[in-house]
């Protein structure tokens, strides 16, 4: 059954670009939830980032984090980021400001210090990304 979710998950991510938004919630919902039993992170962490963008810094916390953007095609297993499928997402989570937001992602990468821990380095460009967002007052859609 996890197998099969993950493929569905998989061939919803494909596909973001041309979804509605309430699709794009219900996909990272989905993802999240599947990173959450692969990771061991705690349904806490989960609910946490989903509804106000607060991290988890435990272990588990983190890796949901890298999973997350794994799972959704914007990291690699390297721990390379892949800037079209992060501008993929930030079309449908904030089509209002997608350069503004594709522009903090990208300054994000630049000045997180990447390590072998590819969870913690995950979890620092999200914690950079977020706190850009916030600062620049860019909401997401939902």
């Known amino acids: 059954m996890a197998y099969f979710t993950i493929l569905l998950i998989g061939a919803l991510a494909s596909s973001v670009c041309s979804e509605p938004e309430e ?3 219900k996909l990272e ?3 999240l939830d599947v990173c959450k039993e ?3 992170a705690s ?3 989960v609910n946490q980032l989903l509804k106000s963008g607060d991290l988890d810094e435990s272990p588990e916390g ?8 794994q799972t959704f095609g914007t990291m690699t297993e390297d721990g390379a980021f892949n800037n079209i499928r992060a501008r993929d ?3 449908g989570a904030y089509p209002e400001n997608v350069d503004e937001a594709a522009e903090i992602w990208e300054n994000c990468q630049a000045h997180a ?3 072998d821990d590819k969870c913690d380095y995950a979890y620092k460009v999200i914690k950079c990304f977020f706190a850009g967002i916030k600062n620049q ?3 997401k859609a939902w």
């Open 23 to 25: 699709d794009i919630r």
């Open 38 to 40: 692969k990771t061991k």
């Open 62 to 69: 983190k890796c949901l984090i890298k999973c997350g953007l």
């Open 89 to 91: 997402y930030m079309k």
């Open 113 to 115: 210090k990447k390590t």
């Open 29 to 31: 919902t989905e993802i």
């Open 137 to 139: 007052n860019i909401k």
């Open 43 to 45: 349904q806490d962490a």
